[in-house]
């Protein structure tokens, strides 16, 4: 039997060419685009970022990069996103971000410090805290999470989340999350700061929810009062006992709410 957790918080994007080039298509507060050589400036509608670039958000802040095979990433406060020449990856060094594949992108990874994500067409949302915790979760398709340095990997498919140390060794096996919870208090994945994800993707996540309905009704999927804070150390144990009602979501897993 399965339980879920009524969380939110974290994902990543991808195609057959090469991450090159993005448009700024929003920016609220303080965005900062730091180029390869140079001095940064201030992120501005309409602008192209080219690589090798990053992106820096301050507090209260958000954007949104739109890249030209239509991967679209969106940033939470404090967040540091950078994109480079070597292939299909994005870094992320801190913070929070969404992103949205094209099905018919190709793949990607989106890295840290310390895991990699793999991600194939899919809208996921990804939170490192260097030195505290790394949360991921799919909203529609399927990634793969792997250690730096290993060859094995755990699949977090739609409607799963991972919550771990930056350090472990063991990637923990994945929990389900309240979706429909998540797209309606995420300032990253709801229609807030930012426009409807693309039609594709919104009727994709659309049926993860459903399936989350459906499984409730039946049984098979049981709500929980347990909210997991930090780097989730206690979460399996916490959700085995947990038979309660959903309540609100900790403001902490929207990680991008002032």
Do not use: C
């Not at 994709?204 to 049981?222: F, H, P, S």
């Amino acid at each position: 039997m399965k339980i879920l957790v009524p969380l939110f918080t974290l994902l990543i994007p991808a195609a057959a060419d090469t991450l090159r080039t993005a448009t700024v298509t929003a920016a609220v507060n303080e965005v900062q685009v730091y180029p390869g050589s140079g001095s940064p400036r201030s992120a501005t509608i309409g602008e192209r970022v080219t690589t090798p670039s990053s992106v820096q958000t301050g507090r209260k802040s958000r954007t949104e990069l739109t890249f030209n095979d239509d991967t679209i990433t969106r940033l939470g406060q404090n967040s540091v996103f950078s994109f480079r020449e070597a292939g299909r990856n994005v870094e992320l060094k801190q913070g929070s971000v969404l992103l949205q594949v094209p099905k018919n992108a190709g793949g990607a990874t989106i890295r840290t410090a310390t895991v990699t994500a793999a991600i194939t067409g899919t809208t996921v949302m990804f939170e490192y805290s260097p030195g505290k915790w790394i949360k991921l979760l799919t909203l529609e398709g399927t990634q793969k999470l792997s250690i730096n340095g290993s060859k094995t990997s755990v699949s977090v498919p739609a409607g799963k989340m991972i919550i771990m140390h930056p350090d472990a060794k063991v990637i923990p096996e994945p929990v389900t999350i309240d979706i429909a919870n998540l797209i309606a208090t995420s300032p990253l994945a709801g229609r807030g700061t930012f426009g409807p994800l693309p039609p594709s993707a919104r009727e994709l996540i659309q049926q993860t929810i459903q399936e989350q309905l459906l499984a409730k009704r039946q049984g098979d999927l049981l709500p929980t009062n347990y909210i997991i804070s930090g780097p989730g150390n206690r979460t399996s144990r916490a959700i085995t006992n947990a038979r309660q009602n959903i309540p609100k979501l900790n403001p902490e897993f929207n990680p991008n709410n002032p």
